[in-house]
């Protein structure tokens, strides 16, 4: 995740000098290496969306194991008015006697209309209504799916990517 966030860090910072460089002289480079910053960023979304879809599904025929609900955080939303809260959890599981750890803060997670709806949620976890079973890759325990397969965020993450890339292409062809 780390070489993911200096990619994003990197991009931005490029972004924005293209951006500069854009308002301030006005060339048709700088139009072009700002188009080529947003291609650079859809692929790399796609890349990584198709890596993870590829895994999610890849995980349906792997084995389980039982997990428990070691730690959970609720957070409210940043910039939210009113109730938009989180349930973090975090996801412990062994395999073949050794522990694993399996964070769940992401896009698979509802967000929440107050505090008591997530921690109902939690609740709900940790009793298992949503299920107890973690799909975890044999060559690799570390690696563990919680829903295996396509989900809808996927599909917006490709449909943004495929944005981010034909956009600028089609501008970059127009002029």
């Avoid at 389980?64 to 609900?69: L, Y």
């Avoid at 395999?95 to 509802?110: H, K, M, S, T, W």
Wanted: glycine share 6%.
């Amino acid at each position: 995740m780390h070489s993911q966030f200096k990619f994003f860090i990197i991009w931005f910072v490029s972004l924005l000098c293209a951006i500069g460089f854009l308002v301030a002289t006005e060339r048709e480079i700088a139009k072009i290496i700002l188009l080529l910053l947003l291609v650079i960023l859809g692929a790399v979304m796609m890349v990584t969306t198709i890596r993870d879809v590829t895994l999610s599904n890849a995980s349906k025929q792997w084995p389980t194991t039982h997990f428990d609900v070691v730690s959970s955080q609720i957070m409210r939303a940043t910039g939210s008015s009113g109730g938009n809260y989180h349930a973090y959890l975090e996801l412990g599981y062994q395999v073949e006697g050794q522990a694993y750890r399996l964070d769940c803060n992401n896009f698979n997670i509802p967000i929440h209309n107050s505090v008591e709806d997530a921690e109902d949620y939690i609740r709900k976890v940790a009793a298992g209504e949503f299920g107890k079973d973690v799909h975890y890759n044999p060559e690799n325990p570390s690696l563990a799916f919680v829903k295996p397969g396509i989900k809808p965020q996927h599909v917006f993450a490709i449909i943004i990517a495929l944005g981010l890339i034909g956009v600028p292409i089609t501008i970059m062809f127009l002029q």
